[in-house]
């Protein structure tokens, strides 16, 4: 797990919610949550984690690591697509275990499948039992020639 | 753990990202991230999360239903605050284990600690080590009477 000492142990509720140490409380995984949204549009990019190295990268650098569960490594957004996010804005939930950061996005999408937000699918309301999902974004990009590194 | 079998179980990656089946992907704990933002602003609100029980709630009612982790039931956002979110859209993103809801945020805020955003602080970028935060978000009502009853 990656090293947490480089940030401040949360202390009292008081402390964690009023305070001003970044004191982040990772989960039993070593992670934070990130929601990253479009600077300019606000539209919500994606969700992902970030773990304490993760997390240091992105406030040094101001470029967006994340940390990827499935593939258990840590990993800089663009690396092999080339829609990396610059942050042009971080901030911190009351409770300290989720991150929202505003970003440009570099390219065509944040999203592996093609689109621009991983958020393309609209799931309608008012209803029971089986729900059928609304598409509300084309593809932006096609991800076999973008992510064919990968 | 909340009955999922209300729901869709996720297939193969093609049918959860491409599919029009909605078919949540719980972690676990039985949980999808939930991201709320307000809908005229677009400002993220708050990061929670949702069990079966409460996105079924949330897609049949719109008003929106989470599952607390730190005390492990189900609840409707302004139960006791009267500060209720309706939502107006609902998306869930590629792999189906976060869904972003745009809401109208009802009463002054949010967020416990009695501001607008649960994000009212923010991270300093372009350091390494200690990082003091920025407040950003000014109390926009009390909540000890607004909590009183909790």
């Given at each position: ?43 919500v ?26 593939r ?30 505003k ?23 008012g ?24």
């Open positions: 797990m990656a090293d947490q000492s480089q940030f401040a142990r949360p202390g009292s509720t008081a402390e964690v919610e009023e305070g001003r140490a970044l004191a982040p409380k990772f989960d039993a995984d070593g992670l934070v949550t990130c929601v990253a949204t479009d600077a300019q549009s606000g539209e990019l994606m969700v992902a984690h970030m773990n304490a190295e993760a997390l240091a990268r992105t406030i040094a650098t101001g470029d967006a690591w994340y940390f990827s569960r499935s258990q490594r840590l990993w800089r957004k663009g690396e092999t697509s080339g829609h990396a996010q610059h942050v042009v804005e971080m901030r911190i939930d009351c409770d300290q275990d989720a991150v929202w950061i970003v440009e996005q570099a390219g065509a999408g944040a999203c592996h499948t093609g689109r621009r937000s991983c958020f393309y699918r609209a799931v309608p309301l209803k029971a039992g089986a729900v059928a999902l609304e598409f509300r974004d084309e593809k932006a990009f096609d991800p076999k020639s973008v992510y064919r590194g990968s």
